[in-house]
């Protein structure tokens, strides 16, 4: 098959592409940067160089293609609004270019208006639902890799700050378990319109706190912190308040995890192999990494 892919030598594509040209297939890699080619080269697959926000690009890019891998990427002060224009570029690139087979990374919440931020992904779903194509979305939950955003404190003060309470059960993925649900998809399309939601393991706050003790070698506190200070914290990051507020909003659905993950019940749901031990003694890893220290930790191999 020929399948084009947004997303260039990402996380997840960068564990996807390989196996995809191992198969046979013939895989265009989109990147909005030219220093990428040849890293896209060095996976066996083909560049294309252009920006996902001109239409008339990746309908030529996508022309002649068998299937396509679509993703939000790039920053906006507006998540709501560049995700309606995706929507409507995606779509039409795909209409225009009679696309047949379509794999949607999408996300936990985005059918839910609560979610916050994880709405946006809405846009782009509904808009791909009217199309003349068999799309599959891909629904991760929370990625482990977000959780490295605690490193600069657990490194200073050897704590964890979260407006989420210690005890609130949450669920995250691994880009590893992502890879293998997208690597299935983009394979063999399922007919129809088709959700699949993807989860590695699930466990509290004070879990989290706990793993990483244990794989730091010290003690790692979960402080819980009120929205507003979290809402603080992001503006002093330099987060925009058209990001600020719905990032806060969707830590709110977060609270309630009866609520966050309702809809796992009614579609089919790929449970990973990377589990909370795991990540910790690949965060710990980086930490030692980052901090010059020697000592080694290996993750058994899945």
């Known amino acids: ?5 947004l997303g260039s030598v990402g996380n997840i594509n960068s564990l996807v592409i390989p196996r995809l040209v191992a198969d046979g297939h013939q895989v265009t890699v989109i990147s ?3 220093a990428r080619a040849d890293a896209i080269r060095k996976l066996g697959a083909t560049p294309a160089v252009g920006d996902m926000m001109d239409a008339d690009f990746l309908t030529t890019t ?13 920053s906006s002060d507006d998540l709501f609004a560049s995700a309606q224009k995706l929507a409507t570029i995606f779509a039409n690139a795909v209409t225009a270019a009679d696309v047949h087979h379509v794999v949607n990374l999408s996300s936990i919440g985005a059918q839910d208006k609560r979610a916050g931020s994880l709405y946006a992904y809405h846009f782009i779903e509904d808009a791909l639902r009217q199309v003349d194509a068999d799309v599959a979305f891909v629904r991760p939950v929370g990625f482990y890799n977000n959780l490295f955003a605690n490193m600069t404190s657990i490194r200073q003060n050897h704590a964890l700050y979260s407006n989420i309470p210690a005890a609130t059960t949450r669920k995250y993925v691994s880009p590893a378990d992502i890879a293998d649900v997208v690597y299935g998809v983009l394979s063999a399309t399922p007919a129809g319109k088709s959700i699949r939601y993807v989860v590695s393991d699930t466990f509290t706050g004070s879990e989290l706190a706990a793993a990483l003790s244990a794989a730091l070698g010290f003690t790692v506190d979960y402080v819980a912190i009120s929205d507003e200070q979290y809402a603080a914290g992001l503006r002093q990051a330099g987060v925009p308040e058209g990001i600020v507020v719905p990032f806060v909003q969707s830590s709110l659905l977060q609270k309630q995890p009866e609520e966050m993950y309702a809809d796992l019940v009614n579609q089919p749901v790929h449970t990973g192999k990377l589990k909370l031990t795991d990540f910790a003694a690949t965060f710990a890893a980086a930490y030692n990494k980052d901090d010059g220290t020697a000592r080694a930790h290996t993750v058994a191999s899945k």
């Open 1 to 5: 098959m020929k399948i084009a892919m």
């Open 32 to 34: 909005s940067n030219a």
């Open 62 to 74: 996508f022309t002649g293609q068998d299937t396509v891998y679509l993703m939000i990427s790039g």
